[in-house]
């Protein structure tokens, strides 16, 4: 078996969040659609439901070792060990993500917020912090980075809740939290949520845009103005989403956008970027004109 006969045919295009869009350069495209690939190829090798554990733990495993240089057996991993070395970047991201699909195979239930956190940590920070990294940021953005890319991963998670526990059996909806409402797993093979189970989503909604509330400062942050640019529309997009898992039932309803909703989303997010970029100006002229 190898990490193709597992491959879903998802690509970067199918991603709810934009990956290497046109907004960004050029020559950083490369490296993080190395990064990209290398991600997707663990993901699917994690998350089918056919393959068995020890087949998927042993996939992962050399996909580690062709990141670090001990097997040429994975493709996609060697391509991204190559894209590293071109630009003197650290292999400890991809690590990170590595860590997450392991955890995948091995672990289907999470006992309450800090741990779903502690996952996001190795899930979807590295992400963030990798491209940060291709585009020469400083990590002093990285704690909005942080939030930002918990907060999309748990927005997944959210959308998702119904299909992960049904194919996978997996579930990231924290248990104490299903323990206080009294609710059982069996829940999540409904198809509609109960009210408690609303209810559940709807404080890990609430929650998630407490995330973004952290996350709101990072486009700003950003020296690249077109990866600042992408900043702002993923947070509008996220920011809406969040919005939306308030009101939408995520076992019966789309919570994904529209491509209308996308693209109005991405003026706004435009807008942001925008305004943001004219304050610093603004407030300058308006100091330089007091007496």
């Not at 970047?89 to 091995?106: C, E, G, P, Y």
């Not at 996350?215 to 919005?243: F, G, H, T, W, Y």
């Not at 942001?272 to 610093?280: D, I, K, T």
Request: aromatic residues 6%; charged residues 25%.
């Amino acid at each position: 078996m190898s990490a193709a006969d597992l491959a879903s045919g998802k690509g970067h295009k199918d991603e709810n969040f934009p990956v290497a869009s046109i907004l960004i350069a050029r020559k950083f495209r490369p490296a993080i659609m190395a990064f990209y690939r290398f991600a997707r190829t663990a993901d699917d090798v994690a998350d089918n439901p056919a393959a068995p554990p020890a087949a998927k733990l042993a996939l992962l495993e050399d996909m580690r070792a062709s990141l670090i240089g001990e097997s040429e057996g994975s493709i996609e991993a060697v391509a991204l060990r190559h894209a590293l070395a071109e630009r003197s970047l650290s292999n400890q991201h991809a690590l990170d993500l590595l860590t997450a699909f392991r955890q995948d195979v091995t672990k289907q239930r999470y006992a309450d917020w800090s741990e779903l956190i502690d996952y996001c940590r190795y899930s979807a920070m590295p992400v963030g912090r990798f491209v940060l990294d291709v585009h020469g940021e400083s990590r002093d953005s990285w704690p909005a980075n942080d939030a930002l890319c918990a907060a999309l991963q748990i927005i997944n998670h959210l959308q998702d809740c119904a299909k992960d526990y049904r194919e996978l059996n997996r579930v990231y909806l924290p248990l104490d939290m299903l323990e206080r409402a009294s609710l059982s797993l069996v829940v999540l093979a409904r198809d509609t949520a109960t009210l408690a189970l609303r209810g559940v989503i709807g404080e890990l909604a609430r929650r998630t845009q407490g995330l973004l509330a952290t996350a709101r400062p990072l486009a700003s942050q950003i020296r690249n103005r077109r990866l600042s640019l992408e900043v702002s529309v993923i947070q509008a997009l996220a920011e809406d989403l969040a919005k939306n898992l308030l009101t939408r039932d995520p076992l019966s309803e789309r919570v994904h956008h529209s491509r209308g909703e996308a693209a109005g989303l991405v003026l706004r997010g435009a807008g942001h970027f925008v305004a943001a970029r004219l304050r610093p100006k603004r407030a300058g002229i308006e100091s330089a004109s007091r007496p």
